[in-house]
Structure formats: C-alpha cells, structure tokens
C-alpha cells in the first residue's frame, strides 16, 4: 500500500533540521529581553557598589540614581523587541549599537563634566554591560538557529496562488527560524502541486489534525481568501482544540484593515484566528512554578509516601504503584503514577469500570487513600518529569470511557482540554466534581470546568486552586 507523503515522512520523527529540545523564536524573545534587562540592572547595582554610593545617605545618591535610571530607561524603550521580526531584532546589530551610543555619551558627559558626575558613571556601567548582553546574545542566536534549537514551525492550510504567495514570505525568514514543515490541500494536479518552492504537500486537510499531535506544530496559517468564510469553518472544526496559534493570510482581501489590525511575521500580515492558551513567557513560568513548587511538596511528602508504600505491602499482594496510560497534552500518552488502590488481580487499567461507594474491588488501604486522594501522590514525579502540571485537567485514561459511554462522544469539545498539560488538582476538584463518572452531565460539568480554567489561566488561579485544594480534599465529597 502506498505511503501518504505524511507518513513518509514519519510522523513520530522530528523534522529535518529541527532538534528535537528546541525553544520558539518568541519564547527567545522573551528569554532574551529578561536577559537585556537583568544585565542592564546588574551593571547598574555594580557599578554603584564599586562607588560606595550604598554606604551613602538615599537623599545625597538620589540625583545620581535619577539621571542613570531616566538614561537607562530610555535605552530599553528604544531597544524593545521588534514585534514583527521572529527574533524580535536580536539578530541584528541596531540594539547593540544603541547602547553603546548611550554608553559613548555618558563617557563624554564624564570627560566634559569638570566634575564627576555618578550617574554619568552609572548611565555608562548599565548601557555598557546591555551592550555586552545584546552582542552575546546575537551570536548565541544565530549559533542556536543554525543548529535548529531555535524553530518555529509552521504549516499551510490550503494551496495554489495564495499558500505559493505565503511560502515566499516565510521561506524569506528561515535564518530566523522559521521552518515551514509542508502545506496540507484537498486539491490535486496543477491547482495544488505535490511541491510548492521546495515545500511538499503533505495531505489532504483531513491528515492535518493528526500530524499536528504528533509533530511539533507551533502555527497553522491557512491560506485561502477570507471571502471563503464556510470552507474556512469547515476547516477549522477539527482544528480549534489543538494547541497551535491559528492565522489566516489574507491575501486578496477586500476588507480594507489597516496595518495595525494585522499580525505582521517578517512582512507577512495575518489575522489571528485563534491563539493558543499560553504565550512563551506563560508556559516558562508555569514549567518553573511546578519545577520550584512541585520539588518542595516532593521532598514534604516523601516520609508519608514510605509510610503508605509500607502500609500497601503489608495490606495485600501486588505492587505498590499502579502505572496507567492517560492522555496528556495534546492527547499524547504518558505513563501516570498512583498508589494501587485496588486489589492487584482485580485492577482496571483502563478505567472502564468507575469505583463506586463499597467496591469490593477496592483494599482496606485504598480505601482511606482514594477518600484522602493520597493515592495520588506519585504524580508528584510526573510533574517533575514535565508529563503533568501541578494544576491543570485531571488526566483522563487513553481512550477514556464509563463502560459502554465514550467520554469524547457525549461531551463536545472534548479534546480541547488537552491543550494544556493535565494538573495533579484541578479547577472542576476545587469545585465538587470528584470521583466516578457516571452519566454523560458528569463529564460535561468537568469538561466545562478545564475550559473555563483554560480561558482564565492566570498564575493567580493557579495559587487560588492549590489553596483550595487542601479544604476540598479534606471534605471527602464524592471520593470512593
């Protein structure tokens, strides 16, 4: 049987070029403007240590402080990202420039001041260690890019005259990163060649929701007119719950916006369509914060973990954890962790069965640890391991179901939960939905619990939840 050109080109193997641990160029961006800052700062506080000024009254340093701070100011206003550019200009030279103009000019201030003036000295140190930075910066850029830890990866919905348009816009920025993966079409023959500018045609648009999940897909821009709204909606059906930023390059638009309206990558204008639930900086500090955090409960819980690993040994025969396959983000199966609960002839690994008030399935041990939700403990290693979140989605089963009832068949929009990673607690825990599902409302209270958390994620709502996780476990409701 013959190969689709998406399964020639292996849908579990990384694309050519593209290693496989790499950064986004906005995730770089943001990466890079944190560094800008820090270093600016840092020469800043040194300089001043090295002058003595801490040991001096705030008042007799304040003037000195205010001059350096307005200059430095100054400096990282004009040397802000440049948003159309994937690497936000560091790249290039003009920031590095910049703050060397700016150290050159208090230099200046320091020659033709007959006086020292601290500020100027001050102004000098921070613009000069920015300038270090951004040269540093440039070259470790460009040396990431080439390797392909830095990559941004794109694919086409659609063909002809408006995706060849849009391949020539992004195959301009590939020394930024930009790695276009193929284009997907429902057309053949002359209207949609099998390669456009050296990009194949990997499909048809049904191939497309599944090579998403299992390609590192960061954007879809689909390339048809905006005037062909239903065949857009067709197209988007499948594709809204995915993770990926969604965009439409409208070529031959006639609706007249103007440039700001647009989403600009290089010189390409886009419209958003829909954005996926966390920017770069976002998913950084969440993998920090379940890194940080998650590392602090392990080493809490460790003493009660050997206590109930002892106690299940002593209980009854079988292991001490129970390994399940859940799905995670975007659908991806990982291997989950819990205390096993059941009797070890009688356990379910597919979760078909819901454990109900009384199981006789369930051992004397596990009894206290489901009603405590102690059996979940172990996933505190999942979130070390980056399969889980400390909050998010609970992780549902590969295939999830109660018996006969498919939980991705009662509740619509089921998949779109799995645009974050899943969460040890969860905001439809916090809210009372906890233990079996049994009827279809069940799952689509929870259901409608993860998208509200995805919509509202914020890192407050992530301490809001933890918070309320302890008084929601300790109230047993719904736990068997």
């Not at 009254?57 to 440049?82: Q, T, V």
């Not at 067709?234 to 700001?260: E, F």
Request: hydrophobic fraction near 50%; glycine fraction near 10%.
């Amino acid at each position: 049987m013959q190969q689709s050109p998406a399964q020639s080109l292996g849908l579990g193997a990384e694309p050519l070029g593209i290693a496989r641990w790499r950064i986004t160029p906005a995730r770089l961006v943001a990466l890079a403007r944190a560094g800008e800052w820090a270093a600016a700062l840092g020469g800043l506080l040194a300089c001043a240590l090295w002058l003595g000024l801490w040991a001096q009254p705030l008042l007799a340093i304040l003037p000195a402080l205010s001059l350096a701070a307005s200059g430095l100011w100054l400096g990282l206003l004009m040397s802000r990202p440049d948003r159309a550019a994937p690497l936000g200009g560091y790249d290039r030279p003009h920031g590095i420039w910049l703050w060397a103009a700016i150290a050159v000019f208090a230099a200046l201030g320091m020659v033709l001041v007959p006086s020292p003036v601290p500020g100027l000295v001050l102004l000098g140190c921070s613009a000069g260690s920015a300038a270090l930075c951004r040269l540093a910066l440039r070259w470790l850029t460009r040396a990431l890019v080439r390797c392909g830890r830095i990559a941004l990866c794109v694919v086409l919905a659609g063909g002809g005259a408006e995706a060849r348009a849009t391949l020539q816009h992004l195959l301009a920025l590939q020394g930024q990163g930009v790695h276009v993966l193929g284009l997907f079409d429902d057309r053949d023959g002359a209207r949609s060649p099998p390669v456009q500018l050296g990009v194949p045609r990997l499909g048809r648009m049904a191939d497309l929701p599944a090579f998403v999940r299992a390609q590192p897909v960061d954007m879809i821009v689909l390339t048809m007119p905006p005037r062909a709204e239903e065949r857009i909606l067709q197209i988007l059906a499948p594709l809204w719950v995915l993770p990926v930023d969604i965009r439409l390059a409208p070529h031959d638009s006639k609706l007249g916006l103007r440039p700001r309206s647009y989403r600009w990558l290089g010189d390409l204008a886009l419209l958003d369509l829909f954005d996926r639930p966390m920017r770069a900086r976002d998913a950084l500090f969440k993998r920090g914060f379940d890194l940080s955090v998650g590392a602090v409960l392990t080493l809490l819980a460790l003493p009660l973990m050997a206590l109930i690993a002892l106690a299940i040994r002593l209980d009854s025969p079988g292991p001490i954890l129970f390994r399940q396959k859940r799905e995670g983000y975007v659908g991806a199966p990982f291997t989950a962790l819990k205390f096993r609960s059941l009797h070890h002839a009688e356990r379910d690994d597919g979760a078909v069965v819901p454990v109900t008030e009384g199981d006789p399935r369930v051992t004397r041990v596990g009894r206290f640890l489901r009603r405590s939700s102690l059996d979940e403990l172990p996933q505190l290693f999942n979130v070390l391991a980056g399969d889980m979140s400390l909050v998010g989605p609970r992780p549902h089963a590969v295939g999830a179901r109660n018996r006969d009832m498919e939980f991705a068949a009662v509740a619509a929009g089921y998949a779109a939960r799995h645009k974050v990673k899943p969460g040890l607690t969860g905001l439809a825990q916090v809210r009372g939905y906890r233990g079996a599902v049994t009827q279809a409302e069940d799952i689509r209270r929870r259901l409608a619990c993860d998208l509200d958390y995805i919509d509202a994620w914020s890192p407050w709502l992530d301490l809001r939840i933890l918070a309320l996780t302890v008084p929601a476990v300790l109230s047993g409701k719904n736990a068997h």
